[in-house]
Nanobody, 118 residues
Framework: QVQVVESGGGLVQPGGSLRLSCAAS????????MGWYRQTPGKQRELVAS???????SYADSVKGRFTISRDNAKNTVSLQMNSLKPEDTAVYYC????????????WGQGTQVTVSS
């Protein structure tokens, strides 16, 4: 059974940094695109950053220049380095991976809370 598990998150002061990590485990052939999403109460989940299997990255305008997404294909992991955090970055962050088993499906992590507050 394929699982996607996140780690990191927590409470940080404005201007601080946090690093989120996510790892895929189980039996599968390959991992395609990976991404980080976030969601706040009453709002839709939004894409924060993504990286293709070839390493092409894209970011939401609100995090450009502050967040960096990276992947390790050998370990099937993806990380999100978050710098210069703002209170509006407070949300539950979810990892998403497009994983090929017998089929290709999107797999989600359980979510990790990031709170930016003084």
């Amino acid at each position: 059974q394929v699982q996607v598990v996140e780690s990191g998150g927590g409470l940080v002061q404005p201007g601080g940094s946090l690093r989120l990590s996510c790892a895929a485990s189980g039996i599968f052939f390959s991992v395609g695109a990976m991404g980080w999403y976030r969601q706040t109460p009453g709002k839709q989940r939004e894409l924060v950053a993504s990286v293709t299997s070839g390493g092409y990255t894209s970011y939401a305008d609100s995090v450009k220049g502050r967040f960096t997404i990276s992947r390790d294909n050998a370990k099937n992991t993806v990380s999100l380095q978050m710098n210069s955090l703002k209170p509006e970055d407070t949300a539950v962050y979810y990892c998403n991976m497009r994983i090929r088993t017998q089929y290709v499906n999107n797999y989600w992590g359980q979510g990790t809370q990031v709170t930016v507050s003084s």
